[in-house]
Nanobody, 121 residues
Framework: QVQLVESGGGLVQPGESLTLSCAAA????????MGWYRQAPGKQRELVAT???????NYADSVKGRFTISRDNAKNTVFLQMNSLKPEDTAVYYC???????????????WGQGTLVTVSE
C-alpha cells in the first residue's frame, strides 16, 4: 500500500558530505513522522534522526551537529544531509515512516529497502 523509495547512498571519503532522500508513495492520508535509521555490519539497527509533520526533530548523539534532517510535507519526502562523514557512519541507512492510510484507522509503520553509505579513504 505504501512504498518508501530511498536514494543518495554511495562511497565518500572521510570529511565529505552526502544527502539521502526518501519519498513515500501510495495510499497515504497523512504522515506523522519520517526518519532515518542505520545498521552497521554486526550491529543492531539504530536511530539516526526523525522529524514530525510539525517539524520537531530528534537526533542520535553521534550525529548531532553533523547531520540535518528535513522534510517536504507536500511531496511526502524526507532528506538527511550528512556532513563531516566519518568511517563509523558506514552503514545501511533505512527510511522509516509512521503514517495514516486512507480509509483505515490507526498509525502504521513502513520501512524502506535501505541504501548503503560507505565512508572510506
Amino acid at each position: 500500500q505504501v512504498q518508501l523509495v530511498e536514494s543518495g547512498g554511495g562511497l565518500v571519503q572521510p570529511g565529505e558530505s552526502l544527502t539521502l532522500s526518501c519519498a513515500a508513495a501510495g495510499s497515504i492520508f497523512s504522515i506523522y513522522r519520517m526518519g532515518w535509521y542505520r545498521q552497521a555490519p554486526g550491529k543492531q539497527r539504530e536511530l539516526v534522526a526523525t522529524i514530525t509533520s510539525g517539524g520537531s526533530t530528534n537526533y542520535a548523539d553521534s550525529v548531532k551537529g553533523r547531520f540535518t534532517i528535513s522534510r517536504d510535507n507536500a511531496k511526502n519526502t524526507v532528506f538527511l544531509q550528512m556532513n563531516s562523514l566519518k568511517p563509523e557512519d558506514t552503514a545501511v541507512y533505512y527510511c522509516n515512516s509512521n503514517l495514516w492510510l486512507k480509509n483505515e484507522p490507526g498509525i502504521v509503520e513502513y520501512w524502506g529497502q535501505g541504501t548503503l553509505v560507505t565512508v572510506s579513504e
